[in-house]
């Protein structure tokens, strides 16, 4: 007897809380999603403070184009623009390519129809709001409830545990923070302006913003919130 969507997705998500490394999940996403069509994968991080929305791209796999040509992470954010509807997204959404004289077009839409490359996005959310998101395509494309709220739920664990799997190793790689730059990361982790931590620890706000810079780059984050977490995380500040 064939698994409900419910039930294969409960399992697929149970596989990637348990996984060891990222090939391990991105099995598991396969074993679900494959069966419905959905064989092309992006799972990234996000951020709305990010002018490409894009912040890094965990996984990419599938002929996304329908040229049969493989696909690096640059070349999925310069032809994807869906990708910016994230922005107004609370839940996972469809889209399709439209032909049109001047090139294709990308639509949202209820369901997937009509042929060619289409699929689902499904954003991710956590305490500081958008944090990520996958992008699961394919050609023919179940697109029942069901499916919808079963990729949801592997989507969103996937994200996770990718990124901690792949956070982890990159920060145990760098250098520890300097004296300076911890301090200025405390500060402006208890909420202090970059003025007033400059008036504070006698530097020019621009020392201040160098410094943030610096840690960031050591630990291996692209965002002042991304390295306060990091640095917690790592016992270098207090939370």
Known sequence: MTDSPAVAAMRAVLEIEAAQGLEAIK??????????????????????????????????????????????AKT????????????????????IKVQERDGERY????TPKGSGVQGLQVPVFGPRGLEGAMSLGGTRLDGSPQVRLGLGQVASAAFFYAHKLLEAPLV????????????????????RRQA????????????????????????????????IRTAIRNGEIDS
């Open 27 to 72: 099995k598991a996403v396969r074993g679900f999603a494959i069966p419905y069509g959905y064989d092309r994968f992006v799972l990234f991080s996000a951020s709305a403070a990010n002018e490409d929305v894009i912040e890094r791209i965990l996984w990419v796999e599938g002929d996304w184009f329908g040229d049969d040509q493989p696909v690096d």
């Open 172 to 191: 145990e790689g760098l250098g520890r923070l300097t004296p300076r730059e911890r301090e200025v990361l405390a500060w402006t982790a208890a909420g």
């Open 76 to 95: 999925y954010v310069r032809r994807c623009p869906v990708t910016r509807h994230l922005l107004d997204a609370r839940d996972a959404f469809f889209w």
């Open 107 to 110: 639509q949202v839409v209820r």
């Open 196 to 227: 007033d931590i400059a008036t504070t620890l006698g530097l020019s706000e621009r020392t201040v913003e160098n410094h943030l810079r610096s840690a960031r780059q050591r630990l291996g984050v692209t965002t002042t919130a991304q390295a």
